[in-house]
Structure formats: C-alpha cells, structure tokens
C-alpha cells in the first residue's frame, strides 16, 4: 500500500488522489441511499405507509417522514464532529457509511402497513432517523479527507469531488428507479419493484471497508493531534496552556460558546441550495406527476439528465473558487436562484417535458456554481482542530431549514395557495437570507485582511466569530 508516511504533512500526489477519490466515491454512495428515500416518497410510499383517503395527505405524510431524516442531521453531525475532531475523520466516515448501508437496505425489505398495521410507518420513520444521522455524520467526514488532502491553491477543486456525490447519487437514484419501472408493470413496481433500488444500497459496506484497510487519516489532523499532545504536556509541566487549548477536548463547547455566529451565516448561505435542489429533484417529480399529469418516466428521465450536468459544472465552479475567491463564485450562484425562481415554474407550468428540462438546467447551472466552492469555504471558516463539529453544523443546518422542509413546503404552498408561484416565492426568500449571509461572511474577510499583516494567514485560518 503506497500512502504517506504517519509523520509527514505533505502526502503523495498518489495518495492525495486515492483519499480524494474514495471520499468522492463515499459520498455518491451515501447521496444514493439518501435519495432513493425521496424518488420513492415522491411515487409510493405514501400509499405503502401512510394510507389515506385522500392523495394529498398521502404526499404530505410521505414527505414529513422525508424531512424527519433531515431533523436527525444536525444530531448525527454534532456526534461525529465530536468524535471526528478527537478521533479522526476516517473512522467516523467508516461508521456512517455502514450505518447508511444497513438502514437503507432495512428500508426496502420492511413490510407495509397492510401487512404489519401501525408499526409499518413508525418503522419507517425510525430507518429514516437513522438515515438522517448517517448522512449528517458522512458529510463531514467526507468533505475533511479531501480538502485536508488537498495540494495548496487546490482545495476548493477537492472539495468539489465530494459536492459532486450529490449529482451522482441523483444520477444513479434515478437510474435505479428507471431501470426497475422498465423491467416491471404498474402493479409489479408498486408491489414489490420500488424495494429494489433499497436492496442495492447494502454494497456501501465494502466501500466502508476499503476506507477503512486502504485510507490514511489526513495529514492537518495528525498535526492537530500533535499539537494537543503538546498542550497536554505544558499542562502536565505546570506550564500555562495556550489561550483557547482546550478546543480540542471539546469541540462542541468552543463551536458553540465561539463560532455559533459562523455556524448560522453558514446555514444561513446555503439553505437555498440545499432547499431549491430537493424542490427541482422531489417536490418537481411529485408536482408534475400528480398535478400536472406528466409521465413519471419521463420527468425521472429529465431529472437524470440536468443531475449529469452538475458533474461538469461543479468542479469547474470550484476551480475558479480557487483562483477568483469562495464568496465571489457563491454571491453569482444565490443571485442567479433567486432571478430563476419565477421563469423555473413558469417554464414547468407549460408541461413540456422541454420546458422542463430547461427550467431545472438552468436551476441546476446556479445550484452548481454554489455547490462546487462550498465545501472548501466552510472547512476554512473553522481551524483544524474544531472544524469537523463547525462545518457539519453549518451544513446540516442548512439541510433542516431548506432541504428538509423544502417538499413539504411545495405541496403545502401548491395546496393552499393553488399557484406554483408560492413555492417560487418561498426560493426567493431563502436567497435573500443566503446574499445577506454571504454579505456579513464577505465583510468578516474583509476586515480580518485588513488588519492581518500581507500573507500572515494560511488557508486554514478559521473566520471570526
């Protein structure tokens, strides 16, 4: 095996791409077991699960469940970014990939409520919780073995390996779907076809386990460990600690006594993202289907093609984030959601599979150019030792208050309001929340190189509370 040595902070270019690639490839493979979740609320599971008189109540129960996973997040972030800043990255990623693996593939053998009654959804919703912690725990995990592996002047471009996972895990969610619906009939699909793409997601475990035998922990982690070792010796010695060493034994406590004004700015830029990629991916699939009378093939199929489109735009998008600057490519990103959000539903109220597919590519284009630098500007808003906990919880707030709530919301706003012009209204004000985040991110940096001497802050820097 070809990988660093434990004591060097500068891996092999080998070893830096074998890291990049099994956390890119860890996180498709959470994304995949996550999604298939919502293609299948979306189509069947509130009628296997939630049986109701009336589809609406259906949809609603089914999409409820869905946002339950994304309750559950925050907490499998706070957990793992415990851990993960005092144990390491890797075996916290292991762990929630074999979690994910197992839950999801529960999932598609659990019976349904006309066989078990009551505890059929009770069950569900339970898997869901634990999905939900899994994908919380794995985010960081993940987005920290690349960016910390990452040359210098490159981490936004290795960030984006692991932002990728989203649209491949979409991808291959829909190809499962698509795939199942073609060998089967209706009643087949309904029956049992729906269960197979859960069934898939038990092969996670042998990815879990390569990480596991084959990847090093990342090297700014060793040397966070080295350096609490050190201040644990100064301790032992008598000597007076440096200000703020005990960050490291709990990183939650200075997360949230120091940074929580950080973690929310976070959540709070990329709310919009998360809240307009699950509206264009479920709450679009539901809508056009049910509402609007489209075949579900056929808008899995589009939904398919504009998700592969993200795989080139998202690391170009965090290259330039290298060169141009994280704030700058984000700010282009939230704008671009908000001027779409009315033309998006204009375009998809036509019901031209077309017009689809144009409304949710141009979408998809501004959702990617926010994707492709967020990992690597929410790992530098948190130093080494504190910044699996700091980063987690900024993103998985994000995912509660947008992606979470965000199909639930379209159905509500659609049902109530009768217009799709709702849900657009709804988008455009999460995008002013997220330019209002960015703005005071954008002040923040601004002030501390004013005031830092010229190259006096390296890349790890964490922003000020």
Not at 42 to 53: I, T
Not at 228 to 238: D, H, I, K, Y
Not at 363 to 389: D, H, K, N, V, W
Request: charged share 15%; hydrophobic share 50%; net charge neutral.
């Amino acid at each position: 095996m070809d990988t660093a040595s434990p004591d060097s902070s500068t891996p092999r270019q080998n070893n830096r791409r074998k890291v990049a690639a099994a956390a890119a490839a860890a996180s498709a493979v959470e994304w995949y077991d996550y999604f298939i979740f919502g293609i299948a609320a979306a189509l069947v599971l509130g009628g296997k699960f939630f049986p109701s008189s009336s589809p609406v109540a259906e949809v609603l129960s089914s999409f409820a469940t869905f946002a339950v996973g994304f309750l559950a997040r925050p907490i499998g972030g706070i957990i793992a970014g415990q851990l993960g800043d005092k144990r390491g990255r890797k075996p916290m990623l292991v762990l929630a990939l074999t979690t994910m693996g197992l839950a999801t593939t529960a999932i598609g053998l659990l019976p349904g409520y006309d066989q078990i009654g009551v505890a059929a959804p009770i069950a569900l919703v339970t898997l869901r919780v634990v999905q939900g912690l899994a994908v919380g725990a794995q985010w960081g995990g993940a987005m920290l073995m690349a960016t910390e592996y990452a040359p210098e002047g490159k981490r936004g471009l290795y960030g984006s390996l692991v932002q990728m996972g989203v649209p491949i895990g979409v991808v291959t969610a829909n190809v499962a779907f698509l795939l199942t619906e073609s060998i089967t009939d209706e009643a087949s699909f309904s029956s049992w076809g729906w269960r197979v793409p859960f069934a898939i997601g038990i092969l996670v475990l042998l990815l879990a386990w390569y990480i596991h035998t084959r990847v090093e922990e990342t090297p700014e982690f060793r040397e966070a460990e080295r350096a609490l070792a050190e201040r644990e010796r100064e301790a032992n010695a008598g000597k007076t600690p440096e200000k703020g060493g005990d960050s490291a034994h709990s990183p939650l406590r200075t997360v949230l006594r120091h940074h929580l004004g950080t973690v929310f700015l976070a959540g709070g830029s990329f709310a919009v993202n998360t809240a307009t990629f699950y509206i264009i991916i479920t709450g679009v699939l539901d809508y056009t289907t049910r509402d609007l009378h489209m075949e579900r093939g056929s808008v899995l199929m589009v939904s398919l093609l504009v998700s592969l489109t993200q795989l080139v735009l998202i690391p170009g998008a965090a290259a330039v984030s290298d060169r141009f600057g994280r704030l700058p490519v984000y700010t282009v990103g939230a704008v671009g959601i908000m001027l779409w959000a009315v033309p998006m539903f204009m375009l998809i109220d036509t019901k031209s599979l077309w017009l689809l597919g144009l409304g949710t590519f141009v979408t998809s284009c501004f959702l990617s150019i926010m994707y492709g630098p967020q990992a690597a500007l929410f790992a530098e808003l948190f130093t080494a030792e504190m910044r699996y906990t700091g980063a987690s919880l900024g993103y998985q707030i994000a995912a509660v208050v947008g992606g979470g709530l965000a199909p639930f919301m379209m159905v509500l706003l659609l049902e109530v309001s009768g217009t799709s012009m709702a849900v657009s209204g709804y988008i455009i004000l999460l995008s002013v929340i997220a330019l209002g985040s960015i703005a005071v991110l954008a002040k923040r940096a601004k002030a501390r190189k004013d005031s830092a001497a010229p190259g006096a802050r390296p890349e790890t820097e964490a922003e000020p509370a």
